[in-house]
Structure formats: C-alpha cells, structure tokens
C-alpha cells in the first residue's frame, strides 16, 4: 500500500489487466506461492507480484541486518562488520547490501557439477558488488557437506577465490579431512 498507494496504481504497475488479474482490493494481494501465480517453485504468470515480493523480501532482511549492524558499531565503532553472503542467490539485492557492508564476504558451496568458471564468477560477483573491493571468503569446505556426499573441485574453489582477490582464506577449511 505504501510504495503505490491505490490499488489502481498497483493494476497499473503490474499490469494485472493482462490475463484478466485485476485486483479489486488489498485484501486481494496474495504472496506469491504454488497456491496462487506460481506454478512451479520459482516459476510464475504474474511478474509484477513476484518481483515486489523479492524486492519486499530483500529488503525486510536488508532493514534487520542494519539493526544488528547498528547495534554492534554503537559498541565497537572501528570494527568491519558484515554477513555471510551465498554467490548469485537471487533473494538478495546484494548491490543494495553492499552499502551497508564494510567488507562484502560470502559462503562457497557450489555443487560438483558447477563448472570452475561458474565458481570464478561467483568470486568476482563478490569483488564487484563493491566496485572491486577485495572479499572475504568467509566459509567453504574441501569435505563432506550435509547436502553433498563429496566436494569433487575442493582445490580449485579456493585458488579461483585467491585469484579473485579474497582477501582472507579460512585456513582451517583448507585442512579438513576428507571422509
């Protein structure tokens, strides 16, 4: 209601006359979900709702991030503080999160099917959502994760990150046995 006021704005801004999905009151707005548009999980016939709802979704998470951030620099002003990152999820507006983060870091898990290029893409999203800023590789693993029986490019993950200008490896993930 507050981004468009009226609920002719809102037809107007999502096209809902398309399909006959005119929407007559707020009470009308649904999320979007296999119930209503969306015909598979992240599949819909209705764009407009899907995108405000992860533009709403984004920054609902965006607006309690910068309360803990806010929380923790009225106590330690001089420290970065950030928070975990996963590659291109697209839930986040990551270019909108790298305003509020003093250093961008981020998780690596790809799947073993993703190739290196795809992982060398994921570190340089990294890089650049602050303008080529270095990152911080803040979590990946060379071993078993509960999701994946095995890490099958475990030593290329890492040097894609070095060669992306990570500024900080775990070291204690490089040293996990293997199972």
């Known amino acids: 209601m507050q981004r468009y006021g009226t609920i002719d704005e809102l037809n ?3 096209d809902t006359a398309f399909w006959g999905h005119t929407l007559y009151d707020w009470d009308d707005v ?3 979900n296999l119930l ?4 598979e999980y992240d599949r819909t016939q209705f764009q407009g709702i899907t995108l405000d709802y992860k533009r ?3 920054e609902s998470i965006l607006q309690c991030y910068r309360m803990e951030y806010d929380a923790v620099k009225s106590v330690t002003p001089d420290i970065p503080v950030t928070t975990n990152l996963m590659g291109s999820y697209k839930g986040l ?3 909108m999160w790298a305003n509020y983060m003093d250093v961008v870091s981020w998780d690596n898990y790809p799947a073993n099917e993703d190739s290196p290029a795809s992982i060398a ?3 340089d999203l990294m ?3 602050k303008g080529g800023a270095p ?6 693993t060379p071993s078993v994760t509960n999701w994946l029986p095995y890490n099958a490019l475990s030593a290329i993950r890492g040097k894609h990150a070095r060669s992306s200008h990570s500024n900080i490896l775990p070291h204690t993930h490089w040293k996990c046995a293997m199972r």
């Open 135 to 140: 990152f911080l590789l803040m979590e990946q």
């Open 12 to 14: 107007r801004v999502w």
């Open 36 to 39: 209503s548009e969306h015909f």
């Open 56 to 58: 709403f979704n984004s």
């Open 93 to 95: 507006d990551y270019q």
């Open 127 to 129: 890089r650049g959502i």
């Open 30 to 32: 649904v999320l979007p």
């Open 121 to 123: 893409m994921d570190h």
